[in-house]
T-cell receptor
């Protein structure tokens, strides 16, 4: 079974500072995808950033970037120049093919990290 | 309405009640999902529908019964629930059921409390 571990239940960061959220995963698969989702207090979850395991280059999306260490099975999220709107739950997620044919992809989520940006 | 909408946003029900959760997506997607989000636990995928056909059922108790009458609507019928079923139920949709290129778009969720 695949697992995703987020070891930091809660974190805080000063506005304009940089923060890194950690995520590790366990899988025997070689082909998979990793995601970070953000769930603000309004609860609508949105995709922040995505990384394909076969790509060595770390994904970047504006102030959000990842540090993907495939051998270590680590996938951390760095938020630069933190803003008040970044306050949210952040979920790391993992996707592999679980079977051929229909319904072959499933997202596995970590428990989340609650990030608070302090003015 | 845009994106994925869910109604009701909050629901309180007794263990003997029958209720339904509704999800609607306005994105022209072909796949829809139900997730359960409990406190201190990871999101759990419950059901996946592709083109109105159920393609995934993650050992969910029969007191949860999904229905997908068309590709834009998804229901979760609830019957004889238990207090441990209290959670946030999230609906999501994606263009297709397969492939990580198919980003899942989530609704705001229904906060369910079972008394």
């Amino acid at each position: 079974a695949q697992t995703v571990t987020q070891s930091q239940p809660e974190m805080s960061v000063q506005e304009a500072e940089t923060v890194t959220l950690s995520c590790t995963y366990d899988t025997s698969e070689s082909n998979y995808y990793l995601f970070w989702y953000k769930q603000p207090p309004s609860r609508q979850m949105i995709l922040v950033i995505r990384q394909e395991a076969y790509k060595q280059q770390n994904a970047t999306e504006n102030r959000f970037s990842v540090n993907f260490q495939k051998a270590a099975k680590s996938f951390s999220l760095k938020i630069s120049d933190s803003q008040l709107g970044d306050t949210a739950m952040y979920f790391c997620a993992f996707m592999i093919s679980i079977a051929s044919g229909a319904g072959s992809y499933q997202l596995t989520f970590g428990k989340g990290t609650k990030l608070s940006v302090i003015p | 309405e845009t994106g994925v909408t869910q109604t009701p946003r909050h629901l309180v029900m007794g263990m003997t009640n029958k209720k339904s959760l509704k999800c609607e997506q306005h994105l022209g997607h072909n796949a829809m999902y139900w997730y359960k989000q409990s406190a201190k636990k990871p999101l759990e995928l419950m059901f996946v529908y592709s083109l109105e056909e159920r393609v995934e059922n993650n050992s969910v108790p029969s007191r949860f019964s999904p229905e997908c009458p068309n590709s834009s609507h998804l229901f979760l019928h609830l019957h004889t629930l238990q207090p441990e079923d209290s959670a946030l139920y999230l609906c999501a949709s994606s263009q297709d059921w397969a492939g990580a290129d198919n980003e899942q778009f989530f609704g705001p969720g229904t906060r369910l409390t079972v008394l």
